[in-house]
């Protein structure tokens, strides 16, 4: 998805990583590579500009939280900006908590209408579909009405998808006003147990007048709980032109992404959020019905710029950080922690995630295979038991545990002696790492993480 953006944004932020200071003129041209990315990847020309600016402005200006190297903060300047760009404004983390719990939130107890607008050839018909899927794995009944009566075959077609699905569809073939059909269709779903109508309508061009002016009588019949605009991901710049006419029109309210592969016109569809002030709920991302993923701004970003969904994680561990002991910090940081800081650090691993840190560290995701992981994390399960059956002077200093120590050490926590040698010899790895790593990029990040 987005590989040309993707391979540039990676090329810009290389530049950055392996500078040796971070000063004006390092920002300068870092601010023209993400030009120069966005640009061909079809983005509106305004909206650069206003990302590189702010980019550059906070970049001088603003100082890096405590535990963030200058480089990893650049880092996160540029992601914040990014997901602003899809409509994610301020928090991006929290607003994505709120879309996956749902992506659309609908009003129990009441008929919730959902009005789908678009141009021909944007794929309207089929998310239509996808998005009655969505919404009935969900839990939610659902019904759709046809309205597209300048499209031959377009009636069919969505009886086709949704039938396949147990959705049922409302249309009348023989009615060319698609208003008439969209007040009747509504008339026979409020009686037919619903809980959500979908209403397909015409593909319009956003010079068509006449279309244009069916969307708006057709919204005012309607009175819809939530507009969603489909977007062609593969026609570039006109789609923000394209967007502004339809948020002119009616109050878009989310936008829906279709055939987002991998040219360089992606960026132009991305781009549409910025112009509406409505985020992106989903994205298509192939033929079959269940092909319609949510949209997360956190993994997104997080994928053009090579980090997987490091934001997350780097929130995640500064809430943590704020609850560590400054001493452990220092400890764990200088290389002297003791085996009780070494399990402190292992139980904020528990509590990311062990499997998602490895995920979504920059150069890590899809490194480290599926048994390996599991082998981690028997591991760190079985060193969990094993320090939960030390004394507070084993735990202090390693060093005096001996072979008697040992054996009681693992019959209290159901383990093989070789289990404990693997713990303490990590825990001396551990130390040794965090030496030499002193110093390094990866500091900052392995200090918000909390591990070694």
Not at 98 to 103: G, R
Not at 145 to 150: C, N, P, Q, R, V
Not at 361 to 366: E, H, I, K, Q, R
Not at 367 to 389: F, T
């Amino acid at each position: 998805m987005l590989d040309n953006l993707r391979s540039s944004l990676g090329a810009a932020l290389k530049k950055l990583v392996g500078a040796s200071d971070v000063n004006e003129e390092l920002i300068d041209s870092l601010c023209k590579d993400v030009q120069r990315a966005l640009l061909q990847s079809d983005v509106n020309v305004r909206l650069v500009l206003n990302i590189t600016q702010n980019l550059k402005k906070r970049s001088l200006e603003e100082s890096p939280p405590k535990g963030l190297s200058r480089k990893d903060h650049v880092v996160s300047i540029l992601y914040d900006e990014l997901s602003r760009l899809m409509g994610y404004r301020g928090d991006t983390l929290n607003q994505n908590k709120q879309l996956e719990n749902p992506v659309i939130s609908l009003t129990p107890g009441k008929l919730n209408v959902v009005l789908m607008f678009g141009i021909q050839g944007s794929g309207k018909t089929t998310v239509t579909a996808k998005l009655s899927r969505w919404l009935a794995k969900q839990g939610y009944h659902v019904g759709v009405i046809g309205a597209d009566t300048w499209r031959p075959g377009a009636l069919t077609q969505l009886r086709m998808n949704c039938v396949k699905i147990n959705v049922e569809v409302f249309g009348d073939e023989s009615n060319k006003d698609a208003t008439s059909i969209v007040r009747k269709g509504i008339d026979y779903f409020k009686n037919a147990q619903v809980d959500v109508v979908i209403i397909d309508t015409a593909g319009r061009h956003k010079d068509e007048t006449e279309l244009l002016a069916e969307m708006k009588n057709m919204y005012e019949i309607s009175n819809p709980d939530l507009i969603l605009l489909v977007i062609d991901g593969t026609i570039g710049q006109q789609a923000f032109s394209q967007a502004e006419t339809f948020h002119d029109t009616v109050p878009v309210g989310g936008i829906i992404i279709t055939k987002l592969d991998g040219t360089a016109k992606g960026g132009g569809a991305l781009a549409a959020s910025a112009v509406t002030g409505a985020k992106i709920f989903f994205i298509g991302n192939g033929e079959r019905i269940d092909d319609l993923e949510e949209f997360s701004p956190t993994r997104f970003v997080g994928r053009l710029l090579g980090m997987g969904d490091i934001k997350a994680i780097l929130d995640l561990a500064n809430d943590l950080e704020l609850q560590a002991d400054e001493n452990q910090s220092k400890r764990v940081l200088t290389g002297k922690m003791t085996i009780e800081d070494f399990y402190s650090q292992m139980e904020n691993v528990g509590k990311m995630g062990f499997r998602n840190i490895i995920d979504n560290l920059p150069g890590l995701a899809g490194v480290v295979k599926e048994d390996e992981l599991d082998v981690i994390q028997g591991k760190l399960e079985k060193w969990r038991y094993i320090i939960q059956s030390m004394t507070k002077e084993e735990k202090k200093n390693p060093e005096v545990i001996n072979d008697s120590r040992r054996k009681r050490i693992a019959r209290g926590s159901g383990v093989a002696e070789h289990d404990v040698k693997d713990l303490i010899k990590n825990f001396h790895n551990s130390k040794s790492m965090i030496k030499q790593s002193k110093g390094r990029q990866m500091q900052g990040m392995l200090r918000r993480l909390g591990i070694g």
